[in-house]
């Protein structure tokens, strides 16, 4: 370990990493980009279980879903660009990513089947899940969407990303669930944590931005999750990694929009935290080597065990915390309440393993 006073000169704060089957690459939020150029690409289908055989069945499945599904899907429009929307009730709220209403109140919303624009203004935004709920001012006509039990997911089923990306309204492509419970984060802001999204749903369809807060759709005609991230290979200097794209499970979905309509605001993330502020701590060579706390919350589950800022977090329960990405995965195993074992480095060098009772993490 460095000395106390070039460690504190090191903390630094780097972008939160995919990370999965070993391999790490940088997310990227799937908002509007005006200057983004793409081409959407759709993956050869199978026969899915239980339908007739033959290619002109699982057509004709698709176009049953697409005209069920695509008239509850929504494009939303800013001062600063566009994304997606799902309908959510006939009060006319609407769920999607807090990335997509970014810090703007007022909107516009055209469904995805056409229409005059609806004025739409912000309820909520619970940012550190990456996602809001948006009110249609007139909801007569809008179709809600069936969201389906995505703990029921299955590896290998068939999926269609419903949404708007490049400002394609209503563009539909096919995947499938790629793998399940992964734990991807999204860069973070000066100031201000990366959301981090637990138990995400990784899905080979074609996503591109303006598809963030769209929908994710079984063959039930269920929306089972809501595209958010596609991972970013540095290889292709920065560019979104082919077939690799990340939704936000309908039930999280579901279970923070219900609070944010029912209270205004989240009132129980159901995740753990530490009460702390962390920065990625780097040594001369810029490796990763810890997690810096650089606020305490007073109060918090960290300050009652006695964490100090300035403290250098290493391991949790023995896992190491190379990063702030590390730290997040591993509390992503956690709940509220758990007793974990932490052990930190202080400013002086020495070292410590305090055991932490977790609070939970506030929403916004």
Request: net charge neutral.
């Amino acid at each position: 370990m460095q000395g106390s006073s070039s460690r504190v000169a090191l903390f630094a704060t780097i972008v939160m990493m995919l990370t999965g089957c070993g391999q790490s690459a940088r997310s990227q939020p799937l908002g509007a980009n005006p200057s983004s150029t793409g081409t959407t690409a759709t993956a050869p289908p199978a026969t899915p279980p239980g339908a007739s055989t033959g290619p002109e069945a699982l057509e004709s499945r698709y176009e049953q879903v697409i005209a069920t599904v695509l008239p509850s899907i929504v494009q939303i429009t800013t001062k600063n660009g566009l994304g997606s929307g799902i309908v959510y009730d006939r009060s006319g709220h609407i769920i999607t990513n807090a990335h997509v209403v970014d810090r703007a109140k007022d909107f516009e919303v055209t469904l995805a089947t056409g229409g005059a624009p609806r004025k739409a203004r912000l309820v909520q935004s619970f940012r550190l899940g990456d996602l809001a709920v948006i009110k249609v001012d007139d909801p007569s006509g809008l179709r809600p969407a069936t969201f389906g039990d995505s703990g029921k997911l299955r590896v290998g089923q068939f999926v269609l990303a419903m949404g708007n990306p490049l400002g394609l309204s209503g563009s539909v492509t096919d995947g499938i669930v790629s793998a399940l419970g992964r734990t991807v984060s999204e860069p973070q802001e000066p100031g201000a944590p990366g959301a981090t999204i637990t138990g995400a749903i990784q899905t080979s369809a074609a996503i591109n931005p303006g598809n963030s807060g769209g929908a994710l759709v079984n063959l039930s005609n269920e929306v089972i999750g809501i595209p958010t991230l596609t991972a970013v290979d540095p290889e292709l200097g920065g560019g979104s990694a082919p077939g690799i794209g990340f939704a936000i499970p309908s039930n999280t979905a579901t279970d923070i929009a219900n609070q944010i309509i029912k209270n205004g605001k989240v009132t129980n993330t159901h995740r753990a935290a530490l009460g702390i502020t962390v920065q990625t701590v780097i040594d001369s060579e810029d490796r990763p080597t810890g997690v810096g706390v650089v606020r305490v919350s007073p109060g918090g589950a960290a300050g009652k065990a006695g964490i100090r800022r300035g403290d250098v977090i290493v391991s949790i329960n023995g896992t190491a915390t190379r990063d702030t990405q590390a730290l997040a995965e591993i509390l992503s195993t956690l709940n509220p309440g758990d007793r974990a074992k932490v052990e930190i480095t202080h400013l002086d060098g020495s070292t410590a393993t305090v055991t932490v009772t977790l609070g939970e993490l506030p929403g916004d």
